[in-house]
């Protein structure tokens, strides 16, 4: 029989059954409350839910499952029975995850691995993860897919005339200056919220959790992959990629890079930009003797995704789902 409990803090039960688990992320991540599954005294199940700092979405009132582990499917049915009661309670009538709170942080399961390995800083989840969130009543609310680049020399037509516009307008580029790595950081930070801000499920961020999300890569950034362009001093876009590191863990040479973030100022001053930057950082890549790139974590509908189609072959599908609380289906 298994039981499900709050966590109302003191010393965290860590499990055999799950991964360790750091408790100080619920104060960080603001979660409403954190729930445990536990067998025979054992904790075999967790998740954290959020309702009152969430994303918006149309009329919804949206309730947010995340952290989530479970050590098997009856493990994972009672949480999430748990969760949908707790959140209806709360007047949710939307509950969607899996979501660490926002966004910004760990959120989707891969629901197609593909045939390539997982890629550095790729979120990782169980097989049976999408089946435990299907079962219980789940539906697919956004798709998003990762795609492979396996000739760098690829051109897409249309960059010469965007790129000859733009330096015409005087908007040029650069790498990452590691010597004021927190003052770019910054920009890149302002920049981020007014790009991101009409994305689907957006939610602001400090700029304090934000530094420390990239501050946690700064040792094995390549200035040279990370693109900043500006016009007059004003930074207009970004392209932030990273060497594959997760080649070398496996006993490989590292001839991959991982484009993670391209955000463009919104607005006409600098429509091509993000083309622009895919195409120069590709370029670079190629000619720091890299062979192959990968565009990661592409919401199905976004402009990322139609700059990566001149390119790339789809690796690998994540899905975001999402349970009604009320009587639709």
């Known amino acids: 029989m298994i039981m499900v409990e709050e966590w109302c803090g003191g010393d965290y039960p860590q499990s055999v059954q799950l991964p360790d688990f750091d408790p100080s992320v619920l104060t960080h991540h603001e979660a409403d409350v954190h729930l445990l599954a536990l067998r025979q005294q054992q904790v075999v199940g967790r998740l954290s839910l959020w309702w009152n700092r969430v994303p918006e979405l149309k009329s919804e009132r949206l309730g947010v499952v995340g952290h989530f582990d479970a050590a098997d499917a009856a493990a994972a049915s009672e949480l999430l029975l748990q969760a949908r009661q707790q959140l209806k309670a709360q007047g949710c009538t939307l509950m969607i995850g899996p979501m660490d709170g926002n966004t910004w942080r760990r959120y989707r399961w891969v629901s197609d691995v593909g045939s390539e390995p997982p890629f550095f800083l790729e979120p990782e989840n169980p097989s049976a993860y999408p089946d435990y969130f299907r079962q219980a ?162 919401h199905a509908s976004n402009k990322s995704k139609n700059l990566s189609s001149h390119y790339g072959q789809s690796m690998r599908e994540y899905t975001l789902y999402q349970h009604y609380l009320d009587d639709r289906q």
């Open 137 to 298: 009543g789940f539906h697919p609310l956004a798709h998003y897919s990762s795609a492979r680049v396996t000739d760098l020399n690829l051109q897409d037509s249309r960059i010469p005339a965007v790129r000859e516009r733009l330096q015409k307008r005087e908007i040029s580029w650069r790498a990452l200056d590691m010597n004021r790595f927190e003052d770019e950081l910054k920009a890149i930070y302002q920049l981020s919220i007014q790009s991101f801000s009409g994305n689907f499920l957006y939610t602001p961020i400090t700029e304090a959790e934000f530094l420390q999300q990239y501050q946690a890569v700064q040792t094995v950034v390549q200035p040279q992959l990370v693109l900043l362009a500006e016009q007059h001093g004003e930074l207009l876009g970004y392209l932030f990629a990273i060497p594959d590191f997760n080649q070398a863990r496996r006993g490989e040479d590292i001839d991959t890079c991982v484009l993670k973030t391209v955000a463009v100022l919104p607005g006409r001053r600098a429509a091509g930009l993000g083309a622009v930057l895919v195409a120069e950082c590709h370029r670079i890549a190629r000619d720091m003797g890299y062979c192959r790139a990968i565009h990661a974590l592409m």
